[in-house]
């Protein structure tokens, strides 16, 4: 599976210190190059491993990447065009709306989670932990949101 991502899940995940589950659930995950830059001002050495691991940088048309975002304001669009990706990663919801209608599947942090959760790769007390982190962080969740979350975690 071809995996695109936008720069909020990297950094959300990087915050609850589970970027590895990128590199277990996908083994390789696609971002431009400006998302790159965006990333590194944030000087986290687990981040900068991860882009000498797993994060694969590319380089995109930068025409197309304005006309995109002209249209949608969103730039990784272009990058999952070109790699013929089947899952964008993002958790703003304007972006997510916009790659859904352009075809993709769609998923975020709490995505993430939930699917390593169900692929044994974090136990569910893990996972409520990282929602509770994720609220006592600020992370810009709306409680009902959650509550289905954490209830979604309790049924798996």
Do not use: C
Request: avoid cysteine; proline fraction near 1%.
């Amino acid at each position: 599976m071809r995996v695109v991502n936008d720069s909020d899940v990297i950094i959300h995940l990087s915050k609850l210190e589970k970027l590895s589950l990128f590199h277990s659930l996908y083994k390789e995950v696609a971002i431009p190059e400006h998302i790159k830059l965006e990333i590194l001002i944030k000087k986290n050495i687990e981040l900068q491993k991860a882009f000498n691991s797993f994060l694969k940088v590319f380089a995109t048309s930068k025409d197309k990447a304005g006309d995109i975002a002209k249209k949608h304001n969103i730039h990784v669009k272009v990058l999952g065009e070109e790699l013929k990706a089947t899952l964008f990663l993002s958790n703003e919801r304007r972006v997510r709306k916009a790659a859904t209608e352009e075809g993709f599947i769609v998923s975020g942090t709490i995505g993430i989670i939930l699917k390593a959760v169900k692929n044994g790769l974090i136990a569910k007390s893990e996972a409520v932990s990282l929602m509770e982190k994720m609220k006592a962080q600020d992370f810009r969740i709306h409680p009902d949101i959650l509550q289905k979350v954490m209830n979604t975690i309790k049924e798996i």
